[in-house]
């Protein structure tokens, strides 16, 4: 167990800087405060790959979702990615209630998914688009597109990044929300994503979520907040909470507890699906 683990651990560091740029030769050098940035999120990044290993993400498939495809037309779809190493159907965590919640309203389709299975949320997304079941879509399956996407913490960075593979497919995004996102290229929403709003905390000691998200185009995307909030004097619910959240969330994962917050991130999906 412990090779498996060092083994995956290890590929999936260099996954992640691969992702992120960080194994580039061509790369320039970086200065000393952009050094000490990407260590500490390299240690985020080890901490939670560890506990990874242990839990058993890997299961998620698309046969696990609810969604039909293709979709009734004029359906919109809530995609929502869980944080570090949680399982993608844990009742436990503010992700996943508020998908389940989103199912109940009329022309809803939500679905929870875990930040390391994004092909699935892609694979889920072309299907449930391809309304005339031929395997491909056209521009006019895009153009119909209501997509939502929001995450917490690596969540927020699948998020962005799956906006990002949607974009070079030519699929629009209605919204993206992150929580506390982390990532190291996170800050730039991609053009095809018409609104975003960023919550985060600042608090020392913990991991911290990026201060300011910005649009790669202003004239196609709203970027409607960059809104801070600070956990360092309240007190954490530890009843249902892993072994790594209490010892090393903090503030993080205290943010990730804030019904405040999920609220406000559930106002900004209903006031873009109020939009179309």
């Known amino acids: 167990m412990f090779n498996v683990e060092i083994f995956s651990l290890a590929f999936l560091l260099f996954v992640m800087a691969k992702q992120d740029g960080l194994i580039n030769g061509a790369r320039?050098?970086?200065?000393?405060?952009?050094?000490?940035s990407v260590c500490?999120?390299?240690?985020?990044?080890?901490?939670?790959?560890?506990?990874?290993?242990?839990?058993?993400?890997?299961?998620?498939?698309?046969?696990?979702?609810?969604?039909?495809?293709p979709m009734p037309r004029g359906s919109n779809l809530v995609m929502g990615f869980l944080g570090g190493f949680e399982r993608w159907d844990d009742s436990h965590r503010s992700v996943r209630r508020l998908a389940l919640k989103l199912r109940k309203r009329p022309g809803v389709y939500a679905e929870s998914i875990s930040n390391w299975r994004r092909t699935v949320a892609v694979q889920l997304i072309r299907k449930a688009l391809d309304t005339n079941a031929d395997g491909k879509l056209d521009s006019e399956e895009c153009a119909?597109?209501?997509?939502?996407?929001?995450?917490?913490?690596?969540?927020?960075?699948?998020?962005?990044?799956?906006?990002?593979?949607?974009?070079?497919?030519?699929?629009?995004?209605?919204?993206v929300v992150q929580v506390d996102g982390v990532g190291l290229h996170d800050e730039i929403v991609p053009a095809n994503v018409a609104a975003a709003a960023n919550l985060y905390q600042h608090d020392p000691f913990?991991?911290?979520?990026?201060?300011?998200?910005?649009?790669?185009d202003s004239a196609r995307t709203i970027i409607l907040a960059n809104v801070e909030r600070t956990y360092t004097l309240r007190p954490m619910d530890k009843s249902n909470a892993s072994w790594a959240r209490r010892?090393?969330?903090?503030?993080?994962a205290k943010m990730e507890q804030d019904s405040a917050v999920w609220s406000q991130v559930e106002q900004y999906i209903v006031e873009a699906i109020a939009r179309r």
């Open 247 to 252: 010892i090393f969330g903090g503030s993080h």
């Open 40 to 69: 500490l999120k390299l240690l985020t990044w080890a901490i939670l790959a560890v506990a990874t290993c242990r839990s058993g993400l890997w299961g998620q498939a698309l046969s696990d979702l609810s969604v039909p495809t």
């Open 206 to 216: 913990t991991i911290q979520g990026h201060t300011e998200i910005r649009a790669a």
């Open 28 to 36: 320039a050098s970086v200065d000393m405060g952009e050094s000490m």
């Open 144 to 175: 119909r597109a209501h997509i939502v996407l929001f995450g917490q913490s690596w969540g927020g960075a699948a998020a962005l990044a799956t906006a990002r593979d949607l974009e070079r497919l030519g699929i629009p995004v209605m919204l």
